[in-house]
């Protein structure tokens, strides 16, 4: 996992090997000629085999002289290759300053290779910057009702686990703006850089990688008492989600049109022209506006009003910053709303209201909710987790980054097991960039390319290893690399980060690549296309 220091035929379109003289990009499922001339920056990794892999050196200030750069680029392309064709080839990395980056640009150029950028934006890892001391609030709550900013949970073998993802974790919810537009804010200035690096270098920087891995909390694998988000701000805004209210109105919300789905909250209502939530109009829970039924009815719930039943956003609009407060306060104490709206408080797969606030396909069976893979019904908390991906990819895009060049970096949870897919909130679908028409994660071994594609034939996997903790020399990790990168770029791949690429002649001990059967592979590949 990659986290920042300071703070996964081309479809649709024609081969690979019949892409020569000009690029072809991919739009709206049709293949249309583009001079590469006409704007380099602009350079499509729709129809590029990119293979970059990820050296950490290379874009950290201090970390390498030129000629040590020079060293290891000249041994990328011996033992991997060189930019040919539609194939490019050539080192990734954290974006760390726009200096490095020209550095890496300028050697990258004159070498015939490609570079690969990675805007580190991820809530639980410490790198978003808003004052954490201002609003308690800030942080996710727990379903417990008592931990409000997580607690280090230790493994079996009585070792912290996780601790950064899991202690003092900011909500991602849009609502909380401190650490919304912060994490915005921070996205936007490194994507103005690096694309002045990119009107530079022309042509040089051919993907941008972005949101690094975004979940909930990592304690929930072992404790349902752990699962987030039930801050007032999430809560606010899964209410809201589900009536198409407020920011999510469906005529003059800044989130018009992304509230949730039909299959979540039954048929919409015509209002005036504009189809909302059935619950839209509804003065409480327990009353419906028009026919049908009400919002108790149809999810089972008791509330009498929709104000939050814990610390409502208007009602106790102070931040909070004594940590002596009670997250879940009793009735009658101050910040509960007696009859208040509330997230449910029980894990129940069989629940239409849970499934509301969280469908996690593993405890379904591995089924997918309804409308997948089009506009499937996923509850809030994987909603949360995309809208922070997809914002910070239109921050990125905002300022100046094309959007065809712009790729998610998330965890595939339905891949991993059931208990970080619940506790993550992070299925595939969350690395799923609809505007950009792109899908990235992050995969450890095989992955079937089904479950990317059902989504989108625009992929990739941007930290990958075929055999992770296989020796340099392990058979392995020529036949396992080999298969992969072959079944990958053939079903819709067109960018792997590989590695990890180490200076001087070592080895990542559990991410082998350079000197290795690893990178004979992906040589023997790329030196394999027409």
């Not at 009670?326 to 208040?340: E, I, M, N, R």
């Amino acid at each position: 996992m990659i986290f920042e220091l300071n703070s996964g035929s081309i479809r649709g379109c024609l081969p690979v090997a019949l892409v020569a003289a000009s690029i072809l990009a991919s739009v709206g499922g049709s293949c249309v000629a583009v001079s590469a001339a006409t704007d380099p920056a602009a350079v499509s990794t729709r129809t590029l085999a990119c293979v970059m892999p990820l050296f950490e050196p290379a874009f950290t200030p201090g970390a390498l002289t030129d000629a040590a750069l020079q060293v290891e680029m000249t041994k990328l392309r011996q033992q991997i290759g060189e930019n040919r064709g539609s194939i490019r080839v050539g080192f990734s990395g954290i974006f760390r300053g726009a200096e490095s980056l020209r550095r890496v640009c300028r050697l990258a150029r004159q070498n015939n290779l490609s570079v690969g950028v990675i805007i580190a934006v991820q809530t639980h890892s410490g790198g978003v910057a808003f004052d954490k001391k201002a609003d308690l609030r800030q942080y996710q709550w727990r379903l417990d009702g008592k931990t409000f900013q997580g607690k280090q949970t230790i493994s079996k073998a009585g070792n912290p686990e996780f601790p950064p993802r899991d202690w003092q974790t900011p909500t991602p919810s849009r609502y909380c703006a401190a650490v919304h537009e912060s994490a915005m804010t921070m996205v936007g200035a490194r994507a103005a850089d690096i694309r002045r690096v990119m009107d530079e270098y022309p042509g040089v920087i051919v993907v941008v990688n972005c949101a690094i891995e975004e979940e909930m909390a990592t304690g929930g694998e072992s404790s349902d008492d752990q699962l987030a988000d039930y801050s007032p701000f999430a809560v606010a805004e899964f209410r809201d989600w589900l009536r198409h209210a407020a920011k999510y109105d469906d005529a003059t919300g800044v989130y018009k049109g992304q509230g949730a789905p039909e299959a979540i909250v039954g048929p919409f209502v015509s209002d005036h022209g504009t189809l909302r939530s059935p619950f839209y109009a509804d003065a409480s829970p327990d009353r419906h506006a028009g026919p049908g039924v009400s919002f108790n009815q149809r999810f089972g719930t008791h509330f009498s009003t929709w104000s939050l039943r814990d610390w409502d956003l208007d009602r106790y609009p102070a931040p909070i910053v004594d940590a002596s407060f009670a997250p879940a306060p009793v009735d009658g104490d101050q910040g509960v709303t007696a009859g208040g709206f509330d997230a449910p408080r029980l894990r129940d797969p069989a629940n239409p209201f849970w499934n509301a606030w969280s469908w996690d396909v593993l405890d379904h069976g591995g089924q997918y909710p309804p409308g997948n893979p089009s506009y499937p019904a996923f509850g809030f908390r994987q909603v949360e987790v995309k809208h922070f991906v997809g914002d910070v990819l239109a921050a990125a895009e905002g300022a100046g980054i094309p959007k065809r060049m712009l790729y998610a970096h998330q965890i595939p949870g339905e891949a991993v097991n059931a208990g970080r897919l619940r506790s993550g909130g992070d299925p595939i679908w969350t690395g799923w960039a609809d505007e950009c028409g792109t899908l990235g994660i992050t995969r450890f071994g095989a992955i079937d390319p089904g479950r990317l594609t059902q989504y989108c034939d625009n992929w990739g996997i941007f930290e990958w290893h075929p055999a992770p903790r296989a020796k340099p020399d392990d058979r392995r990790l020529y036949d396992s690399g080999l298969r992969d990168v072959t079944l990958y770029f053939s079903h819709g791949a067109h960018v792997l980060f590989p590695g990890w690429w180490y200076a001087g002649g070592g080895h990542d001990p559990i991410f082998p690549l350079n000197d290795s059967l690893f990178a004979n592979a992906l040589k023997e590949w790329i030196a394999s296309q027409p």
